[in-house]
């Protein structure tokens, strides 16, 4: 499980925490939710039923980094450097491959269809390898994806002098994101433009460290403060969301008030969640689950199928608030389902595919137990070594 991990991206050393698909889920759906709001108002004939608070969405991608950083923080442990990248570079690339490509056939037909709003055309071999450019990739969500390639490559760096010199790793997160504050300040002294460097320097990258000391966090001493921090999380999080426009436009634009008022209580979330789930077992439904699973395949393709819905649409003579409200609809469930498709048709490994699709279809129309793996759990380390009640991960054994 990752967002790319925060996007359901996982292998052999993963596991399964279930409310932590749930956010999956529903940080998906935001994003989808906050396109749609354009589909919509591009496409209708003046009854757009969504308002202008559909584009609040937009700030999944703020818990997705924060899910990426926990996620990244707990299955590292035992992994190599080289593995660790390994394994994320074929979690994240050959389903984002395949909706580039599709998007790059579409673009040779038809290029007015593919980011018109771009002031030049998408340089191609950086946006197959997730290089940072001046304009975006042809994929336009592969922006976030950029951002997971640099954390990733920045874990592993951890991984590796971590094995070499054994300091904490809380040591280097520290390091890190000093250097990130140290690179602003530069690149502002220097008026630094360079898309790479402003990758590295993003203030975003805080929302990644922020998931990574969560999960260690929860490892040492467990997450006795679970629901205070849900609560707190949901609270801040509501009410900045309830800001005017115009102050939400500057969390928009000043991605360091983003970093404190939107991923700051992302963080506490997932905090809290993790930990109602270690402590009481408490769980989301399975279907949340299951579309949770599907999170990054759904990510990745649903820009395309609102795009194709909202030109199918848009034929239709005489819209009402009946019929908008029917294509917003449409527009959410159909990208779930095309989301839970690539998942288990492109995006799983070749030999867990048939089963895949099978079992996540259960999942959604079943409320049996969760067959695919033991309940997943953080269980007390041994006592002594990080304090009574520290929380480790369970590995699963035959993962999702």
Not at 204 to 217: D, M, P, R, S
Not at 325 to 353: D, H, M, Q, W
Not at 380 to 391: I, V
Request: proline letters at 5%.
């Amino acid at each position: 499980m990752t967002i790319a991990d925060g996007f359901g991206l996982r292998d052999n050393s993963s596991m399964i925490i279930k409310n932590i698909q749930a956010l999956r889920a529903i940080a998906a759906n935001g994003v989808l939710i906050s396109h749609l709001f354009i589909v919509e108002q591009k496409y209708s004939h003046g009854s757009a039923v969504l308002s202008a608070n559909a584009h609040l969405g937009v700030f999944g991608v703020d818990l997705f980094f924060v899910i990426s950083g926990f996620i990244m923080a707990t299955i590292a442990g035992n992994a190599s450097w080289r593995k660790f990248l390994s394994d994320r570079a074929m979690r994240i690339l050959p389903p984002y491959w395949f909706y580039t490509s599709l998007v790059l056939i579409v673009y040779f037909y038809a290029p007015a269809y593919v980011n018109s709003s771009f002031e030049h055309p998408p340089s191609l071999w950086r946006s197959y390898l997730l290089i940072p450019d001046r304009v975006g990739p042809l994929l336009a969500v592969g922006w976030t994806l950029m951002h997971e390639m640099y954390f990733y490559l920045c874990f592993a760096f951890i991984i590796f002098w971590s094995r070499l010199f054994r300091p904490n790793v809380t040591f280097w997160l520290a390091l890190w994101a000093a250097a990130v504050v140290c690179l602003n300040i530069v690149a502002q002294l220097y008026e630094i433009r360079d898309p790479v460097v402003m990758v590295i320097m993003h203030p975003l990258t805080f929302e990644f460290i922020f998931g990574a000391v969560v999960a260690i966090v929860i490892r040492r001493a467990g997450a006795p403060f679970a629901s205070y921090a849900l609560v707190t999380g949901v609270t801040v999080l509501i009410i900045t969301l309830s800001l005017s426009g115009n102050v939400l436009s500057s969390i928009d634009a000043r991605n360091w008030a983003r970093v404190f008022l939107v991923g700051a209580p992302c963080a506490l979330i997932v905090y809290g969640v993790v930990g109602i789930e270690v402590k009481s077992g408490v769980t989301v439904p399975h279907w949340l689950v299951a579309l949770g699973n599907a999170s990054y395949s759904t990510y990745l393709s649903h820009v395309l199928v609102l795009s194709a819905i909202g030109r199918a649409f848009a034929l239709i003579p005489n819209h009402n608030s009946y019929l908008e409200t029917a294509f917003v609809i449409v527009c959410i469930i159909t990208a779930n389902v095309i989301g839970l498709l690539s998942y288990s048709l492109i995006e799983r490994r070749p030999g867990k595919r048939a089963a895949g699709a099978k079992t996540e279809w259960r999942l959604i129309s079943s409320r049996a137990k969760f067959p695919l793996t033991r309940r997943t759990t953080l269980y007390p380390s041994t006592p002594g070594r990080h304090g009574d009640g520290a929380a480790v991960i369970h590995r699963d054994r035959n993962p999702v």
